[in-house]
């Protein structure tokens, strides 16, 4: 079964400084890979994803991830965080078969201090 | 940019009640889900729904859980006696032919006392 682990519960992160979020995942073969973010009380909004091609993501809001299939890994990144970064992160993978249903992380929840 | 548009955005709903979650996919889109996470937790999912009819079912979706798309356009599920560990934030999610990006709707919160 295809599983998702996000090892860092909560990150505080001062505001202009870099952040990283980790993410590996389980699963027989490369998942199609995700992270979603979602504020207090909100929806869950696609940052980035990846099918295939470069392991390097570029998606919205300057954030990037890395695909690393070594370490069946799938970091988050962003050089300079800001205050409306702080809200909840999640990891997310689906089977490249099937009917393609997400399995997410438990989550990073990501505080931004001044 | 087309959306997934979810109705009520919060239900309060007694205990033994039944509710229906509503929700209107993108139109072009031929799957869709329900995903839901119990405040705190992680989002989790319920059901894929193809072809008008069920294509994978989580352990949580028991016999109290149903889906229907009634029209064409809208995606529905409903929890026939409510529990009140039913209380979650409950998604809506659907994805077009090439299955390349989930659309997810902004949430109906269920609240259950």
């Known amino acids: 079964a295809q599983s998702v682990t996000q090892p860092d519960i909560h990150i505080t992160v001062s505001e202009g400084a870099s952040l990283e979020l980790r993410c590996n995942y389980s699963?027989?073969?490369?998942?199609?890979l995700f992270w979603y973010v979602q504020s207090p009380g909100q929806g869950l909004q696609l940052l980035l994803k990846?099918?295939?091609?470069?392991?390097l993501v570029q998606g919205i809001k300057g954030f990037e991830a890395e695909f690393k299939r070594s370490q069946s890994s799938f970091n988050l990144r962003k050089p300079s965080v800001h205050w409306s970064d702080a809200a909840e992160y999640f990891c997310?993978?689906?089977?490249?078969?099937?009917?393609?249903?997400?399995?997410f992380g438990a989550g990073t929840t990501v505080t931004v201090r001044a | 940019e087309p959306e997934v548009t979810q109705t009520p955005s919060h239900q309060v709903t007694q205990m033994g009640q039944e509710v229906i979650l509503r929700c209107v996919p993108i139109s072009n889109h031929l799957y869709f889900y329900w995903y839901r996470q119990i405040l705190g937790q992680k989002v989790e999912f319920l059901v894929s729904?193809?072809?008008?009819?069920?294509?994978?079912k989580s352990e949580i979706f028991d016999d109290q859980f149903s889906v229907e798309r009634p029209d064409g356009s809208n995606f529905t599920l409903k929890i026939r006696s409510t529990k009140l560990e039913d209380s979650a934030m409950y998604f809506c999610?659907?994805?077009?032919?090439?299955?390349?990006?989930?659309?997810f709707g902004s949430g109906t919160r269920l609240t259950v006392v």
């Open positions: 997310a993978v689906a089977s490249r078969g099937g009917d393609y249903k997400l399995s």
């Open positions: 999610a659907s994805l077009p032919v090439g299955k390349r990006g989930y659309t």
């Open positions: 729904f193809y072809n008008n009819e069920i294509s994978e």
């Open positions: 699963y027989g073969a490369t998942p199609y």
């Open positions: 990846y099918f295939s091609g470069d392991t």
